[in-house]
């Protein structure tokens, strides 16, 4: 299993930016993916999950309306739309493999993390 978080960067409050996650390694479209951040000082905190078909997500209740999250099984891919950016948005954020179709929570020992891309929102 690989994950490869990338678009990460320097955004300005109110801004917008596209998070993406390459997977490799397992039949992505049979999975549940989710995104994580860890925030300065602060501990990590579930963001957002997808159901395999792509059609159906969960969300973090303090984000929903701003970020959205989507994938491609065509191309193995999970996104995360996220805008209206804010500097408490700050934070590495890591695309998460659940170990089944089902969305997972950060307390799965079984789910599977990438590395992380680092954001940060700032004027």
């Known amino acids: 299993v690989q994950l490869v978080e990338s678009g990460g960067g320097l955004a300005q409050p109110g801004g917008s930016l596209r998070l993406s996650c390459a997977a490799s390694g397992f039949t992505f479209s049979t999975y549940a993916m989710v995104w994580a951040r860890h925030a300065p000082g602060k501990g990590l905190e579930w963001v957002a999950g997808?159901?395999?078909?792509?059609?159906?997500?969960d969300y973090r209740d303090s984000l929903k309306g701003r970020v959205t999250v989507s994938r491609d099984n065509s191309k193995n891919i999970l996104y995360l739309q996220m805008d209206s950016l804010k500097p408490e948005d700050t934070a590495l954020y890591y695309c998460g493999k659940c170990p089944s179709g089902y969305v997972c929570g950060l307390a799965d020992e079984d789910a599977y993390w990438g590395q992380g891309t680092q954001v940060t929102v700032s004027s």
């Open positions: 997808s159901y395999p078909g792509g059609s159906v997500a």
